[in-house]
Structures are given as C-alpha cells and as structure tokens.
C-alpha cells in the first residue's frame, strides 16, 4: 500500500491549469483568478477626505493658536468637483470629498467651533491629518491580486475599486460521479427491503461545488460488468475527473476496477495506508478527446467516500483551477476525549470542534466505522492519528482539518 504522503503525490503530479475565461464581476466569487491584475491608476484616484470637516492649509496657520479662519463660500462635497480654496481660508468638507487643491489636512468637525463665516479651534493639525491621500493603498503599476487567488468579497471589492467589470478566471473543472451498486435506489424512492437509499452522489457534488467544480452525478449502476463499463466510458466523454463511488475493492462483485481496464483507463494504484478509504483507485486515460480526463475510484462506504475526497479529490479539483493554495491547512487542537488507535494506518478519525478561550478541543465521535452516516453527518473536522501512533489520551495535542475550511 502506498503512503498517504505517495498517493497524494501521485495524484496530483503534473497537474495543470485548464482553461481560462472572462466572466463579470458579480460572478466571480469562489473562482480562481487566472490573471495577475496591476493598479494602472492611483488607489485611492485622489486625495479625499476621511471625515467631515473642515480642510485647509497648514501652511497658513501662524503662531501656536487657538486660531480663526474665515470659511469659503463653497463647501467640498463627495462626486463633484472640489472648490476653490483662498488664501488664509478653510473650506467645509464631507466624508469622501475631494481636498481642494494646495489643502493639506482635515480638521474633524468635532474638534472645530464654527462662528458664523469663520471657524475657531485650538490645536495644530498635522500635515495629512484625516486625508487619504491619492495613491496611499496602490500606485501605478503595484499588483494589486495575483494569479491562483481564490476570490472571496475583499478580493471582488478591490477589484471593482480598480475599475475592472470583469475578471479572467479558471475554467471550473467538469466532475463526473458515478456511484455503483446493485443495493442503491434513489432517495425517496419505493425499494426491497435490501435496498438503502444512495447517499454518496448528492454528498459528493456538493463537496466538488465548494471546491469550485461542476459536478454531474449520473444515474446509479448495479454490479454488471458490462453496464458498468459502458456508464463509465459514456461519463468519463466530458469530464476532466471521474469519480466513481463503491467497487473499487478485490471482492467478486467489485467490478469498478476491471471496468475501467476495459474502457482504457490506465489505473496507477488502488490501495493507500489510511483509515477510513484504504481502497481508493487512481488513473488515467490520455487517449480520449479530452486528455487531462483522471479517474479516482472512491471506497462506498460514505464515511470513507467523503474522507477520500477531502484528502485527494478537493485538492486535485483545486489544482485543475490554478489554486496557488491547493492543500487544506491544518490547525492544532488537544482531544477532550481518548482515542483509540491501532498503529499501521493513518487515520482521519471524524470529530466536532469546541473553543474554550484561546484553545481548541477537538471531541472524537463515538461512531468511526467507514459506514457510519450520522458521524459523517455531524462531524466538523478531521483528526489527523498518524499511523505509528497507539490511543491518544485526553488533552494529547493533534492536527485537525477543519471541514468548513473546504
């Protein structure tokens, strides 16, 4: 069996961005960029006021004050042009306004006493005070985002503060997911009693659009050799991954393997030390039309299905976009309670995660059999129990993926 660390390396090897496209802004979020996007203009485009106010010239204050200014007749408002500013003068001014020209600090309102035409107030202000001055947060020609950002709302809003309406970004890799079976009907649906409803697909497409995939499951396949070939060949026509639930194991009704030999798929391994998902598949088939087409061949169990996908698939979907950030970042935490563990494997034991003040406990559920829904159902993390490792008792420091990181 391979190593956790081999098998992802395995998977990901080679991998490169697909395709790129234009899309406008306000579609844009969780995408990955596919450009590098440079201030061509000053950020802020020009000197504005950060509070309402009053603006002036510091050079005409003379002495150590208080000081007396005589107001403009225009006041300095945000969109329209700033007035005129005389000599020995100070101007009204509003949040966001442009600073007339030669201005060169903003004295709050509240510090200020207004007397009919002319402002009274005691202290200096110095050069700059309250002024965002232009080109303060990018000048000409500083990057502003880079190539592989997954862009969330900052991202988007200092995009639109650069006056771009749209973005190039990755195309979003087409996922393929094919669950086997001949137990599985769809939920909702009449079945015999040794019938369960499939609950892999409906999981497994909602884990691939967080990642920024467009899922597609197809239609259930019962255990036939020949059916199952043909549902995979005809999956496998558009997709850049293929993934495939159940069947992937050496029992006689596993028949994902085989089918997918037949169809052309050249598999590169199948076994990986880790609990749950040991019967995990990977390849590939460079001879289609569409040749980036990878295939992994996930456990059935959904515990293992979800877990599998988590460690391999997010990443390689994430890479397939350019992610510059691919693989998910760990975070340390203590167990509130024991774990058991038999060293040879490394395990991904599902648990919830409590805070309690700056510390962060992680509380293994009861139930870690590979079939278990509820535990899947309710989990928010992962411990990380390297393989060499015996039980861990209460308070025993561990590594946690965290699932909503996803």
């Known amino acids: 069996m391979l190593t956790f660390e081999e098998a992802r390396a395995r998977i990901l090897a080679g991998v490169t961005r697909l395709g790129s496209e234009r ?20 950020l802020p485009p020009f000197h504005h006021s950060a ?32 007035p005129v500013l005389g000599a020995g003068q100070a101007c009204r001014i509003f949040t966001g306004a442009a600073l007339p020209a030669g201005a060169d600090a903003v004295l709050m309102q509240e510090d200020v006493t207004a007397d009919g035409p002319k402002i009274v107030f ?33 991202h988007l809003s200092l995009a639109a503060s650069l006056d771009r309406g749209e973005l190039m970004v990755a195309r979003r890799p087409r996922v393929a997911i094919v669950c086997t079976g001949d137990e599985l009907r769809a939920p909702g649906t009449p079945g015999g009693p040794a019938s369960i409803p499939e609950s892999n697909g409906v999981a497994l497409a909602a884990l691939c659009r967080q990642v920024g995939g467009e899922p597609r499951v197809w239609p259930a396949i019962g255990d036939d050799l020949e059916a199952t070939a043909a549902a995979l060949e005809r999956a496998l026509q558009d997709a850049d991954l293929l993934l495939t ?10 028949l994902v393997r085989p089918a997918l030999e037949r169809i052309g798929v050249d598999l590169d391994f199948y076994k990986v030390a880790i609990k749950p998902g040991k019967p995990l598949a990977f390849g590939r088939r460079a001879a289609t039309e569409n040749s980036s087409s990878r295939v992994l061949g996930l456990p059935g169990n959904p515990a293992s299905a979800m877990t599998t996908f988590l460690l391999f698939a997010a990443p390689l ?30 395990e991904f034991a599902r648990a919830m995660l409590e ?10 559920l009861a139930n870690q059999a590979s079939g278990a829904t509820t ?31 996803l």
Not at 122 to 150: F, I, N, S
Not at 331 to 338: I, V, Y
């Open 51 to 82: 509070m309402d106010g009053y603006a002036l010239r510091i050079a005409d204050l003379i002495g150590d004050g208080p000081f007396s200014f005589p107001l403009g007749a225009e006041e300095s408002r945000a969109g329209r042009p700033a």
């Open 355 to 364: 805070r309690d003040g700056r510390e962060l406990w992680a509380v293994p």
């Open 375 to 405: 535990s899947t159902g309710w989990a928010t993390a992962l411990i990380l129990v390297p393989l060499e490792a015996e039980d861990l008792p209460a308070g025993a420091e561990v590594d946690v993926l965290r699932l909503g990181d």
């Open 23 to 42: 899309v406008p802004l306000d579609g844009a979020a969780g995408r990955v960029l596919a450009e590098t996007i440079v201030a061509i203009a000053p």
């Open 245 to 254: 639930v159940g069947g992937v194991s050496v029992g006689d009704h596993d």
């Open 122 to 154: 005691g202290a200096r202000p110095k050069p700059g005070a309250h002024v965002r001055a232009a080109g303060e947060d990018l000048r000409p020609g500083q990057r502003a985002l880079t190539e592989g950002t997954r862009l969330q709302a900052g």
């Open 317 to 346: 979907l994430r890479l397939l976009q350019g992610d510059a950030a691919p693989l998910p970042v760990l975070l340390p935490a203590r167990l509130k309670t024991p774990l058991r563990h038999k060293p040879g494997r490394l």
